[in-house]
């Protein structure tokens, strides 16, 4: 029921673009700068939460109507603020190390995807439909892991990280993404069917990555979700994990290829 409820904004932001997109999506930075400052024993998280909103939000801003390369500046000039308010804390050294490292990390680790998201709908022309087919890779894979880890169990991915995963649920992620990638050439009635399957399950595993790297992250702040803000799911970021990393992934693809290239989709 939350991931229904959920995928309505979304979709809606992603379909309509600009102005939609931009605040739906600072609204979720807004909201992943609060879970991941929650995650450290900081002293003053709602002023480095409001720093962190002001960085991801201004990226958002500068990706809309600059580009992503100026969007980069103003996460760099964000990592320093947050720096700066994480070791003027009144507490030892030792103390303030780890919670600036992590904050810092967070700024990277929250913001490239940010500006990823907002380059892949707003930078590439009208990239509704690559982040549309970006969606279903993300979470028709999340669907088959889920469906295919339940059913058949058996030997785990990563027990150390994530005891619930499973070589099936990966598996069965890389099928649904495979599903998803010959639907999508079957609606375009065009494209390279083989290229843009290969894309979809480049894609799932690195999302699959991003999910087992946010529980490692978790591990090591000592908690089990980042937040209790959607029942059932956790947090906003244990959601939006294995979109995150993929949309990086595949901003980072395009931007080399010069854009998505026409044989994909």
Same mark, same amino acid.
């Given at each position: 029921?939350? =991931?229904?409820?959920?995928?309505?904004?979304?979709?809606?932001?992603?379909?309509?673009?600009?102005?939609?997109?931009?605040?739906?999506? #600072?609204?979720?930075?807004?909201?992943?700068?609060?879970?991941?400052?929650?995650?450290?024993?900081?002293?003053?998280?709602?002023?480095?939460?409001?720093? @962190?909103?002001?960085?991801? %939000?201004?990226?958002?801003?500068?990706?809309? @109507?600059?580009?992503?390369?100026?969007?980069? %500046?103003?996460?760099?000039?964000?990592? #320093?603020?947050?720096?700066?308010?994480?070791?003027?804390?009144?507490?030892?050294? *030792? =103390?303030?190390?780890?919670?600036?490292?992590?904050?810092?990390?967070?700024?990277?680790?929250?913001?490239?995807?940010?500006?990823?998201?907002?380059? $892949?709908?707003? /930078?590439?022309? *009208?990239?509704?439909?690559?982040?549309?087919?970006?969606?279903?890779?993300?979470?028709?894979?999340? $669907?088959? !892991?889920?469906?295919?880890?339940?059913?058949?169990?058996?030997?785990?991915?990563?027990?150390?990280?994530?005891?619930?995963?499973?070589?099936?649920?990966?598996?069965?992620? $890389?099928? /649904?993404?495979?599903?998803?990638? #010959? !639907?999508?050439?079957?609606?375009?009635?065009? %494209?390279?069917? =083989?290229?843009?399957?290969? !894309?979809?399950?480049?894609?799932?595993?690195?999302?699959?990555? /991003? *999910?087992?790297?946010?529980?490692? #992250?978790?591990?090591?702040?000592?908690?089990? +979700?980042?937040?209790?803000?959607?029942? %059932?799911?956790?947090?906003?970021? *244990?959601?939006? +994990?294995?979109?995150?990393?993929? =949309?990086?992934?595949?901003?980072?693809?395009?931007?080399?290829?010069?854009?998505?290239?026409?044989?994909?989709?």
């Amino acid at each position: 029921m939350s =991931a229904l409820f959920l995928a309505p904004p979304a979709l809606f932001a992603v379909y309509f673009g600009t102005p939609v997109f931009e605040a739906v999506l #600072v609204l979720c930075c807004a909201v992943l700068a609060w879970e991941w400052t929650g995650l450290w024993n900081v002293r003053r998280p709602f002023l480095i939460t409001g720093v @962190m909103t002001a960085t991801f %939000g201004g990226a958002v801003a500068a990706t809309s @109507m600059l580009g992503a390369v100026p969007a980069l %500046g103003v996460l760099l000039v964000g990592a #320093v603020a947050v720096l700066g308010i994480a070791i003027a804390e009144p507490r030892d050294s *030792d =103390a303030r190390a780890k919670p600036a490292l992590w904050l810092i990390a967070g700024t990277a680790y929250l913001g490239l995807p940010i500006v990823a998201l907002t380059w $892949i709908r707003l /930078g590439l022309g *009208d990239g509704r439909g690559v982040f549309l087919w970006l969606l279903a890779v993300v979470w028709i894979g999340d $669907i088959g !892991a889920y469906v295919l880890g339940r059913t058949f169990g058996g030997p785990r991915l990563a027990v150390s990280i994530s005891p619930n995963k499973t070589w099936a649920g990966f598996f069965g992620a $890389i099928a /649904g993404a495979t599903v998803v990638g #010959v !639907a999508t050439v079957g609606l375009m009635r065009a %494209g390279n069917t =083989a290229a843009l399957v290969a !894309a979809s399950v480049v894609l799932v595993i690195v999302a699959q990555g /991003g *999910d087992l790297a946010e529980s490692w #992250v978790k591990r090591r702040a000592g908690v089990k +979700d980042t937040s209790r803000l959607i029942p %059932g799911h956790g947090g906003l970021l *244990d959601r939006l +994990d294995g979109l995150l990393a993929a =949309a990086a992934v595949l901003a980072l693809g395009a931007g080399l290829m010069g854009g998505v290239p026409t044989a994909w989709m």
